[in-house]
């Protein structure tokens, strides 16, 4: 049996623990203002007091990618769609799938907790800490109580009588998840709306969005929606939502104006689908993702295609200076299929670039796993991976279920464990503050500067076609070995920098009040030190260097440093900045392990 060596786990807090006082009563006005993106002159925190201030360089391109990753079934959980997240906050992800609740028992095995509708999403609706359970097959919310039970909670009645998918996400930026339901069809007889409910500060929902009849394209009837995504691909704070829509429908891309208040713009943004003979795709599900290590989120929409119809897309987010809008990269190499269904992406062999699961549901074809090669070109990697002959599923979902630090995969009714191999990762646990953001963080994004190349992750509720991935973002690294800079953008538009995380942890960051932050715009930068030195008596810029910023060879008004993080233990008691930092040692082991079935109703994960 081969163990990896247990990793740092470093929870980086960044709770309000200390409130700074305004001197007058117009500066104490400042802690209402509305928080806004602006990630200028934003500077960390190091995650421990033993890291390096400087690390030099990074390195300026990810490292040659040799060694390949390989998946082993090691249990059989159940069929339909699959939703990861860890109910009862135990530090393992959990998973719902073939309508039970799987309780991970330290990576080593799952025990069947309860029976739990099929097909749902998790999501903590308020903000308790403990994550919550939406069945969109049936439209049920159901509300845990600590993790120990779920209880149904009372929803709008919804014009809505069949659904494939939905999405989570704080659409209008008040600090609590709301719900983005697709409708679907009763084919032939019956289409059905997608709906927005609203989230009424975690007691309750209120519908405050339909989708509305399209006569031009539909000749009256809702589109048949599939898959439901969300993403805030044009990085203006706030979440968007893509349907893909099945029967020859274009998608929408409902781009949020604020507030949750949309509108279809698929068609300026390039991202209907692709177009044969008057007609669009039958989509079933996409997935946001960056696929070209630029910084940028870009999409892949997946289609059922019979023969000469339009197929999938890469679809690339040109960012700001294109206007966000999206250029068609074509297939990419993902081979013709003809029932391909539910996309689902991460880096599975932690090279640093998004790959590609796409399943299949006709008999005679088969799921694919497709490398990203880094260049806009995949390549079919099922077998060499360990998972050819896969048969006909909706159901696909990354996560690090055993915390070695790669991507495990449930699919076709079976649980894969990734073998691994030598290179590096990192994964970042982001936590809401439960008031101005989400518990969940749902939304947010992280990226790593790498030189030359810009890794992007964002925490999603919903994927492809009604699935859920980890909500622990996962970031391989290749052949990187030295620290990384997190630069973190909150939902509604906050953000920070993290200086030098060890690579190969777990880094949990808590979202919080700022030390230094006078003016409450989430920045420590020179317009703090402007609000900060109007005060009687407070000294110089060298002054707030020594009370709130760290010591740099030259320091302008303008790029103010945030605190250094740094914590002092004196007489064993703790000067507690509003950064806190714990510095942990888990349960981390690497485990082989092999298929031996389910006995008893527990999927044994046993050792080789």
């Known amino acids: 049996m081969k ?32 928080l806004r993106r602006d990630t200028a002159n934003t500077i960390g925190i190091h995650p421990s007091p033993f890291v390096a201030l400087a690390v030099g360089l990074l390195a300026a391109f990810l490292p040659a990618r040799t060694v390949a990753a390989t998946f082993q079934a090691v249990a059989a959980p159940g069929g339909a769609k699959v939703a990861w997240g860890d109910y009862n906050n135990d530090g393992w992800v959990d998973f719902q799938a073939g309508g039970t609740l799987w309780r991970n028992n330290g990576g080593f095995t799952f025990i069947p907790e309860r029976s739990l509708e099929a097909s749902g999403l998790w999501g903590d609706y308020n903000n308790d800490g403990w994550l919550d359970y939406y069945a969109y097959n049936n439209q049920q919310l159901f509300r845990s109580q600590s993790g120990n039970s779920f209880v149904l909670t009372t929803l709008p009645s919804l014009p809505v009588q069949a659904s494939r998918g939905a999405s989570w996400g704080d659409f209008n930026n008040d600090g609590f998840l709301d719900l983005y339901t697709g409708g679907y069809e009763n084919y032939p007889d019956a289409y059905y709306s997608d709906v927005i409910l609203q989230n009424n500060q975690g007691t309750s929902f209120s519908q405050t969005w339909m989708q509305p009849n399209d006569a031009i394209v539909t000749s009256g009837r809702p589109r048949p929606g599939r898959g439901v995504t969300s993403a805030d691909f044009d990085r203006d704070g706030d979440l968007d939502v893509y349907v893909s829509n099945y029967r020859l429908e274009p998608n929408q891309l409902h781009v949020n104006g604020g507030n949750g208040i949309f509108s279809d713009q698929a068609a300026t943004r390039g991202v209907q689908g692709g177009r044969w003979g008057g007609t669009w795709g039958h989509a079933i599900g996409a997935a946001w993702g960056d696929f070209n290590n630029d910084g940028e989120i870009d999409l892949f929409a997946g289609h059922f295609a019979h023969p000469g119809q339009p197929e999938s897309q890469f679809l690339r987010n040109r960012g700001a200076a ?17 029932s391909y269904a539910s996309p689902v992406v991460g880096d599975y062999d932690n090279d640093g670039y998004l790959d590609l699961y796409f399943t299949a549901v006709y008999s005679g074809d088969h799921p694919r796993l497709y490398r990203n090669n880094g260049d806009w070109s995949f390549t079919d990697v099922t077998s060499i991976a360990g998972l050819a002959g896969l ?3 909706y159901q696909a979902g990354f996560a ?4 070695d630090g790669d991507l495990d995969l449930v699919t076709e009714g079976k649980l894969f464990q990734n073998q691994g191999n030598n290179n590096h990762w990192l994964k970042v646990k982001l936590v809401g503050d439960g008031q101005s953001i989400n ?16 890794l992007l992750r964002q925490v999603e509720f919903g994927t492809g076609e009604g699935n859920q991935n980890e909500s622990t973002l996962h970031f391989g690294l290749g052949g990187h070995t030295a620290p990384v800079d997190l ?6 538009g906050a953000s920070q920098v993290l200086f030098d995380l060890p690579v190969d942890q777990l880094s949990t960051v808590e979202f919080g009040l700022m030390l230094g932050d006078f003016d409450i715009d989430n920045q ?14 407070v000294g110089s810029l060298a002054d707030w260097q020594t009370n709130y910023g760290m010591s740099l060879p030259s320091v302008v008004v303008d790029a103010v440093p945030e605190p250094s993080g740094f914590v002092l ?13 714990r510095l942990l040692s888990p349960d981390m082991s690497r485990r082989d392990l092999f298929y031996t079935g389910v006995d008893s109703g527990v999927m044994s994960l046993l050792p080789k």
């Open 3 to 34: 163990v990896v060596k247990p990793k740092n786990k470093v929870v980086v807090s960044h709770a309000a623990e200390a409130v700074v006082e305004l001197s007058n009563s117009s500066k104490k006005e400042l802690w209402r203002n509305m």
């Open 322 to 338: 294109g206007g966000y809008t999206f250029e068609d990269m074509g297939q990419g190499g993902v081979g013709w299929q003809e």
């Open 391 to 393: 048969g006909v599923t």
């Open 400 to 403: 690090d279920y055993d915390n």
């Open 439 to 454: 518990r969940d963080a749902v939304g947010a994004q992280v990226r790593i500067d790498l030189g030359n190349h810009t």
């Open 487 to 492: 630069e973190i953008f909150w939902p509604g």
């Open 524 to 537: 420590v930068d020179g317009n703090d030190f402007l609000v900060w030195q109007s005060n009687p008596g």
């Open 569 to 581: 233990i004196v007489g064993c008691h703790l000067l507690v900045f509003i950064y806190r930092k």
